[in-house]
């Protein structure tokens, strides 16, 4: 049975790094002397997986094809289809992760390897080259089109939407895989876009988790998708979120950027827009010692005060926090960090946020 589930696992680790750091990435694959097929897209194989690698070359360099046609763009890119000795001589990203670097989309050469692929009741080569399409869509947007935030669900929706784009446009064979809705039993522990900004990017979040926010996400990109062809949506991305104006934006200014893109996303939102999930930590009054033997954890500090704020942690310099940012501090279960305020704060056992609003 075909499940929506495809489309929900499009996941990646979404490295998009440097062009110093990308140009060494595909070094990296090329130094590994691996057979190379030219084409539109350039694949780069390990032998085992040639069949796998010469149909996921023709399937990204139809959609490569189309993305370039859309935007009016010439973007080189290179697709690495790589078994797992090669990709971990090829990079430190955890096998079988897809990931986008710039210019470089890598895929495993089995994405059966890829945990919870059983329950997916997927087929292994429609998610490689379907999230291949989404991968390639980071590296159009973020490298190309200038189209960056700091709220990392922006980040995540919009090559998304690229994906969705050119399914609904020219791939009417995999709208089979679009996406249903999640039963409620199957919640996952964080389901807010406010947990996913605080804690992306870390090992806290996992896969399964992470994997119900892109299918979300993919939803909400099909929402999109029908309201608008992929040029239209790409000029109103560039003014909505300018690379070159990275601040982090409030939920409700990132929600009215999008309205204007495309009228009633909010409403789309559901479990989405509610308060983050991870659990909170209230200011306290200082005393006593503080732990530094506790397992290593995560405090987020969210400084919602008018005014800029300190955070001091033993042993290393006080962190400036300005109004209305926020940081990710690693720390250990049990450790006290002391605010500008004159109170502190205590690390528990999972990832904790702590809000501060009282200036
Ligand atoms: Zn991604």
Same mark, same amino acid.
């Given at each position: 049975?075909?499940?929506?589930?495809?489309?929900? +696992?499009?996941?990646? #680790?979404?490295?998009?790094?440097?062009?110093?750091?990308?140009?060494? +990435?595909?070094?990296? $694959?090329?130094?590994?002397?691996?057979?190379?097929?030219?084409?539109?897209?350039? $694949?780069?194989?390990?032998?085992?997986?040639? +069949?796998? =690698?010469?149909?996921?070359?023709?399937?990204?360099?139809?959609?490569?094809?189309?993305?370039?046609?859309?935007?009016?763009?010439?973007?080189?890119?290179?697709?690495?289809?790589?078994?797992?000795?090669?990709?971990?001589?090829?990079?430190? *990203?955890?096998?079988?992760?897809?990931?986008?670097?710039?210019?470089?989309?890598?895929?495993?050469?089995?994405?059966?390897?890829?945990?919870? !692929?059983?329950?997916?009741?997927?087929?292994?080569?429609?998610?490689?080259?379907?999230?291949?399409?989404?991968?390639?869509?980071?590296?159009?947007?973020?490298?190309?089109?200038?189209?960056?935030?700091?709220?990392?669900?922006?980040?995540?929706?919009?090559?998304?939407?690229? =994906?969705?784009?050119?399914?609904?446009?020219?791939?009417?064979?995999?709208?089979?895989?679009?996406?249903?809705?999640?039963?409620? #039993?199957?919640?996952?522990?964080?389901?807010?876009?406010?947990?996913?900004?605080?804690?992306?990017?870390?090992?806290?979040?996992?896969?399964?988790?992470?994997?119900? !926010?892109? !299918?979300?996400?993919?939803?909400?990109?099909?929402?999109?998708?029908?309201?608008?062809?992929?040029?239209?949506?790409?000029?109103?991305?560039?003014? =909505?979120?300018? #690379?070159?104006?990275? /601040?982090?934006?409030?939920?409700?200014?990132?929600?009215?950027?999008?309205?204007?893109?495309?009228?009633? !996303?909010?409403?789309?939102?559901?479990?989405?827009?509610?308060?983050?999930?991870?659990?909170?930590?209230?200011?306290?009054?200082?005393? /006593?010692?503080?732990? @530094?033997?506790?397992?290593? &954890?995560?405090?987020?500090?969210?400084?919602? &005060?008018?005014?800029?704020?300190?955070?001091?942690?033993?042993?290393?310099?006080?962190?400036?926090? =300005?109004?209305?940012?926020?940081?990710?501090?690693? *720390?250990?279960?049990?450790?006290?960090?002391?605010?500008? @305020?004159?109170?502190?704060?205590? +690390?528990?056992?999972?990832?904790?946020? #702590?809000?501060?609003?009282?200036?």
């Amino acid at each position: 049975m075909i499940r929506v589930a495809v489309l929900s +696992a499009i996941v990646c #680790a979404c490295a998009i790094l440097s062009f110093g750091q990308a140009e060494n +990435a595909l070094a990296r $694959v090329r130094a590994l002397n691996l057979p190379i097929l030219d084409g539109g897209v350039t $694949v780069i194989y390990s032998p085992s997986a040639k +069949a796998r =690698a010469q149909r996921y070359q023709a399937a990204l360099e139809a959609a490569h094809k189309w993305y370039e046609a859309q935007l009016g763009v010439s973007v080189p890119v290179t697709l690495a289809v790589l078994d797992k000795p090669d990709w971990e001589r090829a990079t430190s *990203v955890p096998y079988p992760m897809p990931n986008a670097k710039t210019g470089l989309v890598t895929v495993p050469s089995r994405m059966e390897d890829f945990p919870g !692929f059983a329950d997916m009741q997927a087929d292994a080569d429609i998610l490689a080259e379907t999230i291949s399409f989404h991968e390639m869509g980071h590296i159009f947007a973020d490298d190309y089109e200038g189209i960056r935030s700091r709220n990392s669900w922006v980040n995540e929706l919009v090559p998304n939407i690229f =994906a969705q784009e050119y399914i609904c446009a020219r791939q009417p064979g995999l709208k089979a895989f679009m996406p249903r809705p999640v039963p409620d #039993a199957l919640l996952p522990r964080y389901t807010s876009l406010a947990d996913f900004d605080y804690l992306t990017g870390v090992q806290s979040v996992p896969f399964s988790n992470y994997a119900w !926010f892109q !299918f979300h996400l993919n939803r909400l990109a099909f929402f999109v998708a029908q309201k608008r062809g992929l040029p239209q949506v790409v000029e109103q991305l560039k003014l =909505a979120f300018p #690379a070159a104006q990275g /601040g982090y934006l409030p939920s409700e200014e990132v929600l009215r950027r999008m309205e204007t893109i495309a009228p009633g !996303f909010t409403a789309e939102l559901g479990l989405l827009s509610g308060p983050a999930t991870i659990t909170r930590v209230d200011e306290s009054i200082c005393s /006593g010692a503080t732990a @530094s033997e506790g397992a290593p &954890t995560l405090l987020v500090v969210d400084n919602r &005060t008018s005014r800029e704020m300190t955070v001091s942690q033993d042993g290393k310099s006080p962190i400036r926090l =300005a109004a209305g940012r926020w940081r990710r501090l690693n *720390v250990r279960v049990g450790e006290k960090l002391k605010l500008s @305020s004159g109170s502190c704060l205590v +690390a528990s056992g999972e990832p904790t946020l #702590a809000v501060i609003e009282k200036p």
